[in-house]
């Protein structure tokens, strides 16, 4: 349980942490700039919670560190939100007497450079080139670290979940399973448009109704499922990535991931719904799958070949025909446990019956088109990885919960003066 509640506390930091990976990585460019100042009023405060003050500054700084984490919504106002909540919190903090040591804060740093695949230094140096001081990073991580401590102390207990309840949620013991409903989009990305699609993925992360995401899928996504606005039917969690599936366990209705990369291409994904069902929930030991790949990428002479191919023939058994006399290099196959399928491959078979086959996928650069074709996926009887998976999801959406309602009756009860 030790992991479990190591992984449940930082999961609220990794989203902010991955979103500041994902900027970095992908090359993207922060275009967010702070309304000027005057220097005399720098310092004077901007709201204050109950004694304490927000300053100008300070919320200068967190909206420039929230245009870093790509945190969705309008950067100054969720800045001025999350400082609030930061007043809340040390108050609390201080009146318990946590507060992390300087070699804490000085890992957690260190760790949130990490995902970015940084230095704490080259992390440094890149917040710097964006107009943000050390001081935010460190107060930023002073709080979270803090408040993940406080949050542990006081509502463990009440958000581990039980063992039936983690059967239930793996939908073992024939109590039932769950099902998601999700919305996709998925954007092809290269060199040439990396910028492009940054703007896109920003815009698409504030959206905040399902049918504005239905509309940017439609106009945008290179997938099938964009005839239907991106909307994906109800599918077993079990189906999905395992990488995945706790990325979707924590998403409330209406929310979006953040970009995922993809080979090749970024998916984002909405969630529309989750139930649980009645029955066992099957989990799976192997994937098996063919790959046969198509000189043209998504042309439309590629794309029509594919579609030939893929009506002619009624399991994965037939591509060997189809690839016969060619280099073996235009087919593959594989049988792998879900965790080692490459994550595009994975999601994509998440939507297909054996035998079924998709053309979304490219290779190459975009320039390959793939054909893939689901050929089966064994059953896995035993005790599974997935497990731990489950339960670290239902602890972390417990302890934010239980962390989210505490915060509201905080705020209830403070003094809260805009300036």
Not at 123 to 130: G, I, W
Request: charged content about 20%; aromatic content about 6%.
């Amino acid at each position: 349980m030790q992991t479990i509640l190591t992984q449940a506390f930082s999961a609220s930091l990794t989203r902010s942490f991955s979103r500041t990976a994902a900027a970095i990585t992908l090359g993207f460019a922060l275009s967010l700039t702070a309304a000027p100042l005057a220097a005399q009023g720098l310092f004077s405060p901007v709201v204050t919670v109950d004694s304490a003050v927000v300053t100008h500054y300070e919320l200068q700084q967190r909206t420039l560190f929230m245009g870093i984490l790509r945190t969705p919504g309008n950067p100054e106002i969720l800045a001025r939100e999350e400082l609030i909540k930061d007043r809340l919190k040390l108050a609390e903090l201080d009146r318990v007497g946590i507060s992390p040591s300087e070699e804490a804060i000085t890992a957690g740093m260190t760790e949130l450079a990490g995902r970015a695949n940084l230095s704490l230094n080259e992390f440094v140096t890149v917040l710097k080139q964006n107009g943000i001081e050390p001081e935010t990073l460190r107060d930023f991580t002073r709080v979270g670290l803090g408040w993940r401590e406080y949050v542990s102390g006081r509502f463990l207990s009440q958000a581990r979940p039980t063992e039936a309840e983690i059967d239930r949620a793996m939908g073992r013991s024939g109590s039932g399973g769950v099902q998601v409903l999700l919305s996709e989009l998925i954007v092809p990305i290269n060199e040439q448009n990396v910028q492009q699609v940054q703007q896109l993925t920003d815009q698409v992360g504030e959206l905040t109704s399902f049918a504005a995401f239905s509309s940017a899928a439609t106009q945008y996504s290179a997938s099938d499922s964009r005839n239907n606005g991106g909307r994906l039917p109800w599918m077993n969690l079990a189906k999905l990535p395992p990488q995945l599936q706790p990325v979707v366990l924590a998403l409330e209705p209406g929310e979006i991931t953040e970009p995922l990369p993809l080979q090749g291409a970024v998916a984002m994904f909405q969630m529309r719904g989750v139930r649980e069902v009645t029955g066992s929930r099957q989990r799976y030991s192997a994937i098996e799958y063919a790959a046969y790949y198509i000189p043209g990428g998504r042309s439309p002479e590629a794309l029509a070949a594919g579609q030939k191919i893929a009506d002619s023939i009624d399991s994965c058994d037939d591509l060997y025909g189809v690839a016969k006399d060619q280099d073996p290099s235009v087919l593959d196959r594989h049988s792998l446990v879900p965790a080692e399928v490459p994550q595009d491959i994975a999601i994509e078979l998440a939507k297909l019956d054996p035998n079924e086959t998709s053309l979304n996928l490219t290779r190459n650069e975009g320039q390959t088109l793939m054909l893939l074709m689901l050929c089966g996926r064994t059953a896995d009887l035993g005790e599974g990885e997935s497990r731990e998976t489950v339960a670290n999801a239902l602890v972390q959406q417990r302890l934010e919960s239980l962390s989210n309602g505490f915060l509201e009756q905080l705020r209830a009860d403070a003094l809260i003066i805009d300036k």
